[in-house]
């Protein structure tokens, strides 16, 4: 009842002496509001005093979370923190184990930022040689994965990929044509369970090694051929060393005659 009037009261003594009876018993109740508020001052002086809470008064704490009396020191922000250092690491664990998408998302986020994709491109550019040789180590190292890899790209863009391979068909039709006879050749060769085998890169040389002409007839026109000088059917194997470039017509001609055309020097004089 009287404590509205005791803090402006107390404030002003002039106006304590001077009010009216209504407020007979005001100095009684003024006195212990004083010592209320000073005491009041007093707590809130301690709590926030220097000294009261320098860690030379406080050296250990209890966690507020998972109970343990630690040192100052295993609180993340000293005094003032009420969890530990475990728990708060905890915590932050979890939840970033509970929001694995999300912060995913974040870094996908982050990657797609202007200056660190300039900054990626600038990497690859500089290290292009350790890069490629990593990832030719790495496919050599991880074949059914890569093996995966590819047929799963194959299914998604199915279309794209048949679109691509037609069209590099369609620029390269020696590569094609060679990739078919080779591929030809290996087939009768397996059949013919004949010794040895060659690469198109290995006939190549061959080829080239010749001058790039038919041996039979010198032709450098059309499209050579790898002729076995002793035909599969006859036994022959299927090494380099069982090989001559001929011409396709040169190449029917022969058929399974056992001709090497290799030992002659003139090949134009030479005939049949
Ligand atoms: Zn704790
Ligand atoms: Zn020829």
Sequence with gaps: MSSPTTSSS??????????PPPEVGADKPAEEADAAASAKRWISMKKTSRTYHSSRYIRY????????????????????????????????????????E???????????????????????????????????????ENGEKVAASKLAYYEREREEVIARSKNWAECNPEKVRSA?????????????????????AEFKELCESYGNKCLACGDTEGVLEADHV???????????????????????????HIIDYRSSTDVLSESY
């Design 10 to 19: 107390s404030a002003d003594p002039e106006t304590r002496t001077t009010v």
């Design 61 to 100: 704490k209890t966690c507020k979370w998972c109970g343990l009396t630690k040192e100052l020191s295993e609180f993340y922000d000293g005094r003032w923190g009420k969890k530990c250092k475990v728990c708060v690491r905890a915590r932050a664990q979890k939840y970033r184990r509970e929001h694995l």
């Design 102 to 140: 999300q912060y995913a998302q974040y870094a996908k986020a982050r990657a797609n930022l202007p200056h660190r994709i300039e900054a990626r491109r600038k990497y690859q550019e500089e290290h292009k040689q350790e890069i490629s040789e990593y990832k030719r180590r790495w496919a050599a």
């Design 180 to 200: 078919k006879a080779n591929n030809h050749r290996k087939r009768r060769a397996a059949r013919l369970a004949s010794r040895g085998n060659f690469t198109v």
């Design 230 to 256: 002793v035909p599969l059917t006859k036994g022959g194997s299927d090494s380099i060393s069982n090989i001559q470039p001929l011409c396709g017509s040169c190449n029917r001609k022969k058929f399974v």
